[in-house]
């Protein structure tokens, strides 16, 4: 990590892709506090997530610098009581410039 922070351009994608019936984020709340305090949550600007279960919707709000999502078959938290305040309040979502998710054809479901 301490090589990627000390490389002339960071890391801006960020790529998560889960095989299916994976879990996703074991622990999402460790998974935005590890981003908080890392350089990532002020470089990305592209995250790509594939069939990923306890998505949070507080990734958004930890990287400001948000300019392309895409969501495949991505499934979110359905409660956020477990979170630090610090980690949502007073956060600005990104603007965003694209947004893909994915619809599934075999229901016409929204994937998100």
Do not use: N, W
């Not at 996703?24 to 279960?53: A, M, N, W, Y």
């Not at 630090?84 to 016409?108: F, K």
């Amino acid at each position: 990590m301490k090589l990627l922070a000390e490389s002339p351009k960071l890391p801006h994608t960020l790529r998560l892709h889960f095989c299916k019936g994976e879990i996703g984020f074991e622990d999402p709340v460790l998974v935005i506090g590890r981003l908080l305090q890392s350089f990532f949550s002020q470089s990305l600007t592209v995250l790509d997530l594939k069939c990923c279960k306890q998505a949070s919707l507080c990734l958004f709000l930890v990287c400001p610098g948000l300019k392309e999502v895409f969501l495949d078959d991505v499934v979110a938290e359905k409660s956020y009581d477990q979170y630090p305040g610090h980690y949502y309040s007073g956060r600005e979502p990104p603007a965003l410039d694209y947004l893909q998710p994915i619809l599934d054809a075999a229901c016409d479901t929204l994937l998100v």
